[in-house]
T-cell receptor, first 117, second 113 residues
Framework: GAVVSQHPSRVICKSGTSVKIECRSL??????MFWYRQFPKQSLMLMAT?????????EQGVEKDKFLINHASLTLSTLTVTSAHPEDSSFYIC?????????????FGPGTRLTVL | DQQVKQNSPSLSVQEGRISILNCDYT??????FLWYKKYPAEGPTFLIS?????DKNEDGRFTVFLNKSAKHLSLHIVPSQPGDSAVYFC????????????FGKGTRLHILP
């Protein structure tokens, strides 16, 4: 099956710093990538949808200036958590959808555990 | 407002027996339903899906049943195997292929030896 990687898998940072998370589709071109966040014992919550070469679409309640998304190529999207605070500590998962495929054919990355001290 | 509900956070089943994971939804506009499986430190992987025009879809040991009138679906795994121990997410989307997918909170399945 299609492979999506995320880097880093785990990151610990100090409050006020910024953290960048990379999401790569390794063996297919992904026109669309999705960023999710999962708090403990909660469901995966879609944060934003990014389309290659255009601005990301953020879900209601997600601050676009805090969670910067860049999707500069068909195989790479990045999520930058700016001025991170302890409440941003969560599990962040990206997924990628191959060009022309519906949303249910998303392939998920392994996730990034962010801990903000 | 949880549109996709998995009311059982965990479930334990003896190896070889049937595992039944349940899911309820509230949005009548949902048209397509999916189950994902997730191991620790890995992303969810697609398991099986069902369209609203069907009431059953089977793939090997996995069968998904859909009851539209009750807004309920279930995933049956038979026989259950140790490798089935994971978190299972129920998910749904609307009719449009580009509609976002809404996930439930997941059910952790433990297969007992």
């Amino acid at each position: 099956g299609a492979v999506v990687s995320q880097h880093p898998s785990r990151v610990i940072c100090k409050s006020g710093t910024s953290v960048k998370i990379e999401c790569r589709s390794l063996d297919f071109q992904a026109t669309t990538m999705f960023w999710y966040r999962q708090f403990p014992k909660q469901s995966l919550m879609l944060m934003a949808t990014s389309n290659e070469g255009s601005k990301a679409t953020y879900e209601q309640g997600v601050e676009k200036d805090k969670f910067l998304i860049n999707h500069a190529s068909l195989t790479l999207s990045t999520l930058t958590v700016t001025s991170a605070h302890p409440e941003d500590s969560s599990f962040y998962i990206c997924s990628a959808r191959a060009t022309g495929h519906p949303t249910d054919t998303q392939y998920f990355g392994p996730g990034t555990r962010l801990t903000v001290l | 407002d949880q549109q996709v509900k998995q009311n059982s956070p965990s479930l334990s089943v003896q190896e070889g027996r049937i595992s039944i994971l349940n899911c309820d939804y509230t949005n009548s506009m949902f048209d397509y339903f999916l189950w994902y499986k997730k191991y620790p430190a890995e992303g969810p992987t697609f398991l099986i899906s069902i369209s609203s025009i069907k009431d059953k879809n089977e793939d090997g040991r996995f069968t998904v049943f859909l009851n539209k009138s009750a807004k309920h679906l279930s995933l049956h795994i038979v026989p259950s195997q140790p490798g089935d121990s994971a978190v299972y997410f129920c998910a749904a989307r609307g009719m449009n292929r580009d509609d976002k997918i809404i996930f439930g909170k997941g059910t952790r399945l433990h297969i007992l030896p």
